[in-house]
C-alpha cells in the first residue's frame, strides 16, 4: 500500500465535479484510513465516527455537523469520488449506521496530485489544507495566482485566505509551510499593477532553486520588494528566457519555438495522389500559439494562426472543424496561465 493521498486535479476547476475544503478533508480523511479487506482498499466507519475523529473544524451544532458530513458524502458519491456499498440505497443513511466506502479510480486514473499520510496527518484547518493541495497541483514550479480566482475555486473570501491562510502558512513556524513570493509590478500604459503571487509548497529541489535563483533577483529588489518591469509584450525576449507554457510549465523561449515547430499548425503528410492531408489541431497546438501570442514571440507564427483561426470558424468550414473548441481552449488557456 502507498503512504499518500491521490487527489485529482479536477478538484480544483471549476465545473462538476470541484469540491470545498471541507469535502476534500473528508475524501482525504477516508482515502487515509482505508484498510485491505479481501483484497479491497475500504473503509468502514460511520457518520458518528468521522465526527468524532475527523479533526477539522466543521460548522454548527453537533447536530448541524453530522447533517453537513452526511451531505458530503453524498456529494462524494454523486460526484463519483467515493462507492457507498449498502444493501438498500432506498433507505436514509443514519448516524450510526456502518459504511463501506471506497474510493473510485474513476478521477484518480489519469492527472492526480500527491499528498503524503504525514503530510495530510499534520492539518486541522480545512482551509488550509485545500489551499496546500492547490499549489501542490502545480509541483515543483509553484503557482501563479490572484485572490480572487483562489476565492472563486473554494468559496472562501479574499480576507480569509489572504489573513488566516496564506500568512499564517507562509511562515517558518508553520508545519507544513508554504512559500510567498510577492508579483512583481507591470506598467502597462502608464498604470503599474501588480501581478499575482506565487507559491511554493518546498523550495528544497533543484528546479525549484534553479526558478529562485533566476526569477528572485529578476522581480526583487536588495530588500525584497518587488521591482517594477515593463509589461511583458513590450520586451524583447531572450532565447534563454524562461516563459510560462500551460502545458509545459517554466520553459525557454528556445524551446517555445521548437514547440511552435512541432505543432500541428501547416503541418500534413500526403495523400493519394499528393493531396495535402492537414493534421488536426489539439489544445497543445492551441496553447503554444497563445503563449506565443502573450510573449509576442513569433509574429509570423501568430499571424498564420489567427488567420488559420478565422477561416476555420467560417460557416461553410465549421462542420468539418467542429472539433476545434476554440472557445473552450481559451478559457482553459486564461485558467492554467
Known sequence: MSNFIRIANCIFKKGEFILTPQQLFIYCYLYRFRHNYK????????????????????????????????????????????????????????????????????HIASKFTQIDYDIFDLF???????????????????????????????????????????????????????????????????EIEQEPNRYFIRLEN????????????????????????????????????????????????SDLKECVEESNWGSYEEGVGGEKIYYDIQYDDYATYRTCVDYNINLKFTDQCKKSIETMKMPFLRPKYDYCNWEEWENQYIEES
Open 39 to 106: 483484497q479491497e482498499w475500504i473503509t468502514n466507519t460511520t457518520v458518528n465516527n468521522i465526527f468524532s475523529t475527523i479533526g477539522c473544524r466543521i460548522d454548527g451544532t453537533r447536530g448541524k455537523k453530522k447533517i453537513s458530513i452526511l451531505e458530503d458524502l453524498h456529494i462524494l458519491r454523486e460526484k463519483h469520488y467515493i462507492l457507498i456499498d449498502r444493501v438498500n440505497d432506498n433507505v436514509p443513511i443514519k448516524n450510526n449506521e456502518y459504511l463501506s466506502i471506497k474510493i473510485s479510480e474513476e
Open 124 to 190: 486541522e484547518d480545512r482551509d488550509k489544507y485545500w489551499f496546500y493541495c492547490f499549489i501542490a497541483t502545480s509541483g515543483i514550479y509553484g503557482k501563479e495566482v490572484s485572490y480572487s480566482k483562489m476565492s472563486e475555486l473554494s468559496g472562501l473570501s479574499i480576507s480569509t485566505l489572504r489573513v488566516k491562510v496564506i500568512e499564517t502558512m507562509n511562515n517558518v513556524h508553520s508545519k507544513p509551510r508554504i512559500y510567498k513570493f510577492s508579483g512583481s509590478y507591470v506598467v502597462d500604459k502608464e
Open 206 to 253: 533543484d528546479t525549484a532553486s534553479i526558478y529562485n535563483l533566476d526569477f528572485y533577483n529578476k522581480l526583487y529588489d536588495d530588500e525584497g520588494n518587488p521591482k517594477i518591469k515593463k509589461q511583458k509584450k513590450n520586451r524583447k525576449l531572450k532565447d534563454s528566457d524562461i516563459v510560462f507554457h500551460p502545458i509545459f510549465s517554466n520553459i525557454t523561449v
